[in-house]
Structures are given as structure tokens and as C-alpha cells.
């Protein structure tokens, strides 16, 4: 069928030049153009559905949150595995359909489904998340903070200005910040001075809860402008949480600072990360579903720069603990080495075979055009 070739090349050696150029450039340009990742872009569709229930046992949780969300979704078509795990305050149930089921239509499914018995799940029950399997979901990158400031401040450093700056960056989906405790203020009541008062705990949780707002308080006007007004009730410093007043009974008021010792501090320790022995903040970050992995993590590295340049308070250091593209990058160099270590073996024996420099250096040239 294409017997016509060779002698168009050698009737036409400038049209055939000019053809094997285009399709030289047009390759170049493609590759270059080529999404580079880990795995190719392929959706599996598996379902996961997360219900936590507080203070709940294994035996309560499988009864009372697994068997009814099992009940629900096991009707759903096209479904070819379900499988749950219950344990303390946790349920999860994994749902598995057939490869060619869409994994958003069926995460559409389930969580109807799920939706639907909601009312019959304990009240305590936090709602449940229904969640499709991503493969993409896990982090490109992992940077550990640390320093002599301590996790504490270092996490709410990672939290209020590094998470901002690395979400900016093209490419990043999602940044998470882990290893530190958040900041908590601490309300300590003293049993004894509210029964004599005759106050109870609920007053004092109500209070804190009324005092704490933001509320709109309309607009005004003032010819043809128009401005919003808001009341703005949120505490500022601890000092204000102790002067808040509780009325009594018989219509006296008491200070908060009366009755309860206020504390500025930090939460229970829930979370723990260590860098190089040390206690350390972990950021994981990821990467959008359609983002290329090599072109992130250099953006997110170059930020990683200025963020240490910039924002880094003197002793800290933020490290590199896992790089995704690394991998990726190594890879794809060893594809390339191999295909360079193909072509010369290959020109060495056509040259063993053929004997003649002009006719290996033409195949030479052939096989990478």
C-alpha cells in the first residue's frame, strides 16, 4: 500500500526532509506538551461512607449506624461489593461497583440513599460523609516546621500564613496542618461559688454562647448610598470574657471572673509529628485532580522560598520531607535513558551487519525521527 514511499523519497528528497521536520517538531512539541504523573488518569468507582459517633462502643456502632446505612445501600444497582468496618466512635462502610459504573453518579446514589435514613441514625451521630475513592487525593508533597518557638506557635504560623500562601500556588488543591494544638480559651468554674449564687453551669455556657456574636444590624442610608452595619460581639482578649456579668435571682449581677478562673491556652494534644527527632508541625499538601504533579511541586517549592525568606521566624526551619514528583521525575529519566541505550545498541549492530557508516548513521537518524 505504501510501496510509492521510498521512491518519493528519493524522487523528492526536499518534500521528504521537509515532511520527516514537521513530524520531528510536531513530536517535540508534544512531548513537551505531555501530562507528567505517577498514574494514568483512571477513576475506580468505590464509595466510602464515614458516620462518627461519639462515645460510642463497636457493638453500638455496628447496630445502630453500619446495619442501617448497610440496609440502605445495598439495593443500589450496579453494586458488586459492600464491606464496613465499626469501631469506637467510627463507622465506615465501603461501597465497590462495577468498572464501568461512573464513580460521581455513584457517590450521587449513595448519599441519597444515606440522606434518606438520616433520621433514623442516633441523634448523637455526627452526619455522615460520603466520600469516592481518589487516587489523586493523596499528598504530592509533605514539609515538616520546626523550631524552638514549639509546635503550639508553630502551628498557628502554619495554619494563618503558610496554608494561605502554598494554597495560592497553581496546581495545589488542598493544604492540611498537623502536629500542634490550636489556641482554646479555657473557662475553669468553681462549683461552690455558683451554688452560692445560685447559678448553674448552663447559665454560664449560655452566656459565653449570647455574648459571642456577630450579628447584621441592617443598613443606613444616606442619599443615594447605602451602608451595611453589623454588630460585632466576638471576644477580643481574655479580660472580656471576665468581666461578662451573670444576673442573679434576686437581680444582682456577679462577673464572670467571680465565679470561674478564664485561661488563654491551647486545646488537648489530639495530633502528634516529630521531624528529626524533634516535635515538628507536618504540611501535606495536594494537588488538583487535573494539575500536572511535577509542575506543582516546583511551584510549590519555589514558594517554600520566599515563604522561608519571609515569614520564617528566626531558628525555624521548614524541610522537605517527601517530594512525589522525585519519583516521578526519576522515572521518566530512566524511560529516556533507556530509549538513548536502544537506538545506539541497535546502530551498533546494524553496523556489525551492514558495514557501512552512511547506511547506520541513515537508520541511526530514522529511529528517533
Not at 441523634?123 to 514549639?150: N, R, T, Y
Not at 444582682?252 to 478564664?262: D, F, S
Request: overall charge negative; cysteine-free.
Amino acid at each position: 500500500m505504501f510501496r510509492f514511499l521510498p521512491r518519493l523519497a528519493v524522487q523528492r528528497p526536499v518534500l521528504a526532509t521537509m515532511l520527516i521536520a514537521v513530524f520531528v517538531v510536531l513530536g517535540a512539541f508534544s512531548f513537551f506538551q505531555l501530562r507528567t504523573d505517577l498514574f494514568p488518569d483512571v477513576e475506580f468507582p468505590v464509595v466510602t461512607v464515614t458516620t462518627v459517633y461519639p462515645g460510642a462502643g463497636p457493638e453500638e456502632v455496628a447496630t445502630q449506624v453500619t446495619e442501617p446505612i448497610e440496609d440502605a445501600v445495598s439495593n443500589i444497582a450496579n453494586l458488586e461489593d459492600l464491606t464496613s468496618f465499626s469501631r469506637d466512635n467510627l463507622s465506615i462502610v465501603i461501597l465497590q461497583f462495577e468498572l464501568e459504573v461512573d464513580a460521581d453518579l455513584a457517590a450521587i446514589d449513595v448519599k441519597d440513599q444515606v440522606d434518606a435514613i438520616r433520621a433514623q441514625l442516633p441523634s448523637d451521630a455526627e452526619a455522615p460523609v460520603v466520600q469516592k475513592f481518589d487516587i489523586d487525593a493523596f499528598p504530592v508533597m509533605q514539609v515538616a516546621l520546626s523550631g524552638p518557638q514549639g509546635a503550639d506557635r508553630l502551628f498557628d504560623l502554619a495554619d494563618d500564613q503558610l496554608r494561605e500562601r502554598l494554597s495560592r500556588v497553581a496546581g495545589v488543591a488542598d493544604v492540611s496542618v498537623v502536629g500542634g494544638r490550636t489556641r482554646e480559651v479555657e473557662v475553669t468554674v468553681f462549683p461552690d461559688r455558683l451554688e452560692a449564687f445560685e447559678l448553674s453551669v448552663q447559665d454560664v455556657v449560655d452566656l459565653i454562647r449570647a455574648e459571642n456574636l456577630v450579628v447584621p444590624g441592617g443598613r443606613v442610608e444616606d442619599g443615594t448610598r447605602a451602608t451595611s452595619v453589623r454588630v460585632t460581639g466576638e471576644y477580643r482578649e481574655v479580660r472580656e470574657l471576665e468581666e461578662l456579668r451573670l444576673f442573679l435571682p434576686d437581680g444582682n449581677v456577679v462577673r464572670l471572673g467571680e465565679v470561674a478562673h478564664v485561661e488563654d491556652g491551647y486545646g488537648d494534644r489530639t495530633q502528634l509529628a516529630r521531624s528529626q527527632g524533634e516535635s515538628a508541625v507536618s504540611i501535606s499538601i495536594q494537588k488538583q485532580a487535573d494539575a500536572n504533579t511535577v509542575t506543582t511541586v516546583a511551584g510549590v517549592r519555589v514558594e517554600l522560598e520566599a515563604i522561608r525568606a519571609e515569614v520564617l521566624p528566626p531558628g525555624a526551619q521548614l524541610v522537605v520531607v517527601q517530594d512525589g514528583s522525585e519519583f516521578i521525575e526519576a522515572a521518566i529519566a530512566d524511560v529516556l535513558w533507556a530509549i538513548v541505550i536502544g537506538i545506539l545498541l541497535t546502530t551498533l549492530i546494524l553496523f556489525l551487519f551492514l558495514h557501512s557508516w552512511r547506511g547506520t548513521l541513515v537508520a541511526a537518524l530514522a529511529m528517533p525521527a
